[in-house]
């Protein structure tokens, strides 16, 4: 079964720290690993990472992944509040001819003035 | 980046009426569009594929009579939960492909069932 694993769940920190959200994935037919930022509606798209070892960057966001491991992690530095959300890693897995994403439980971020 | 819109934002019915939520995609031609659910503190659930002129497919556990969706153009599905019931009480979201293929999501429909 294609399961996706975050941790920490929760992650409380004050302003300006820096946070590592991490992803761990075990799926078949990998395709893609996607980080998405929620706040109070729908997920808004962050990252999409195919390939081993090349960092994503936008701004204070960065990700990259590790096929070899089968983990991802998204580091924010120098947080502030609007960083608080819940971050969702999901990964993109082909099953049964189709292609669909396989969501993580989230970290749910919480920053501190 | 692609612009998927959900409507209705948010709704309440009663039990065991039915409730029609529709997903559009704006500037792009969607074969496949996804339908989510998220409980308060949960993350996403996929529920069920939808495929432009085909039947839906359904995950394992998700009720095809009971939540029924319709694809029925290149822009717009719709999902049809029928004969509700509060535990229907949910946060429903669709998405569909992009053209880099990433998923974007709908903003999403909060239905309440008294």
């Known amino acids: 079964e294609d399961k996706v694993v975050q941790s920490p769940l929760s992650l409380v920190v004050h302003e300006g720290d820096t946070v590592t959200l991490n992803c761990s994935y075990e799926v078949t037919n990998f395709r893609s690993l996607l980080w998405y930022k929620q706040e109070k509606k729908a997920p808004t798209f962050l990252f999409m990472l195919t390939s081993s070892g090349i960092e994503k960057k936008s701004g204070r966001l960065s990700s990259i992944l590790d096929k070899k491991e089968l983990f991802s992690i998204l580091n924010i530095t120098a947080t502030q509040t609007g960083d608080s959300a819940v971050y969702l890693c999901?990964?993109?897995?082909?099953?049964?001819?189709?292609?669909?994403?396989?969501f993580g439980q989230g970290t749910r971020l919480t920053i501190n003035p | 980046g692609a612009v998927v819109s959900q409507h209705p934002s948010r709704v309440i019915c009663k039990s065991g009426t039915s409730v029609k939520i529709e997903c559009r995609s704006l500037d792009f031609q969607a074969t496949t569009m996804f339908w989510y659910r998220q409980f308060p503190k949960q993350s996403l659930m996929l529920m069920a594929t939808s495929n432009e002129g085909s039947k839906a497919t359904y995950e394992q556990g998700v009720e095809k009579d009971k939540f029924l969706i319709n694809h029925a153009s290149l822009t717009l599905s719709t999902l049809t939960v029928t004969s509700a019931h509060p535990e229907d009480s949910s946060f429903y979201i669709c998405?569909?492909?992009?053209?880099?293929?990433?998923?974007?999501f709908g903003p999403g429909t909060r239905l309440t069932v008294t």
């Open positions: 998405s569909a492909w992009g053209r880099a293929g990433e998923q974007y």
């Open positions: 999901a990964v993109e897995a082909r099953s049964q001819g189709a292609q669909k994403l396989v």
